[in-house]
């Protein structure tokens, strides 16, 4: 059974600082997605990374996958407040070509204070 | 921008009874997937769809759900007999597919059983 786990499961941390999101998994995938979930909405798509070394950034945030290593990452930049949310990785692993069912990551739950 | 919704945003209902819950994917999307989140934790997989059949299914899934693409635009999740547990928020997500590519989420359905 496939098994995600981010950490750290809660993040409090100032504006302007850089901190990292792990994600780890137990199954060989090369199919990782990134969401941000806001408190009581629904889950954005951050980040698609589809291959070993695959790296992308949008604005302050930059995710990177380590398929050998079984990680991804996603990293802040220089936090601003609107950055406060829940961030989930999640992983397909092995589902039917095309059938994508994806495995959820415990969520990191991020604060950045003024 | 496309989006997927989903009705009713908020359902309370008595235990035992029958709710459907109902998602109207992107429309040229081809998949589509439930998902579920118990309150505070992290997103679970319920089912994927695809040619007007279940595809794949997770162990929460049991013989009390069942799904349904009733005409062209609508996707319907249906619990027959509720129980408190099933108290969560319900997500329909869509995806065009066949490669792979990031999946959409709805806005949710907050079921609350009494």
């Known amino acids: 059974e496939l098994k995600v786990e981010q950490n750290p499961l809660f993040l409090s941390m100032q504006e302007g600082k850089n901190y990292t999101i792990y994600c780890n998994y137990s199954?060989?995938?090369?199919?990782l997605y990134w969401y941000r979930q806001d408190p009581g909405k629904s889950l954005e798509s951050l980040f698609v990374?589809?291959?070993?070394?695959a790296v992308k950034q949008e604005g302050r945030l930059m995710a990177s996958l380590d398929t050998k290593a079984r990680l991804s990452t996603l990293h802040i930049t220089a936090a601003v407040h609107d950055l406060s949310a829940t961030y989930f990785c999640?992983?397909?692993?092995?589902?039917?070509?095309?059938?994508?069912?994806?495995?959820f990551g415990t969520g990191t739950r991020l604060t950045i204070i003024p | 921008e496309p989006e997927v919704t989903q009705t009713p945003s908020h359902q309370v209902t008595q235990m035992g009874q029958e709710v459907i819950l109902r998602c109207v994917p992107i429309s040229n999307h081809l998949y589509f997937y439930w998902y579920r989140q118990i309150l505070g934790q992290k997103v679970e997989f319920l089912v994927s769809?695809?040619?007007?059949?279940?595809?794949?299914k997770s162990e929460i899934f049991d013989d009390q759900f069942s799904v349904e693409r009733p005409d062209g635009s609508n996707f319907t999740l249906k619990i027959r007999s509720t129980k408190l547990e099933d108290s969560a928020m319900y997500f329909c997500?869509?995806?065009?597919?066949?490669?792979?590519?990031?999946?959409?989420f709805g806005p949710g359905t907050r079921l609350t059983v009494l």
């Open positions: 769809f695809y040619n007007n059949e279940i595809s794949e």
């Open positions: 997500a869509s995806r065009f597919g066949p490669s792979y590519n990031e999946q959409f």
């Open positions: 999640a992983v397909d692993a092995g589902s039917n070509f095309g059938n994508e069912k994806l495995t």
């Open positions: 199954t060989t995938s090369d199919r």
């Open positions: 990374l589809l291959s070993n070394g």
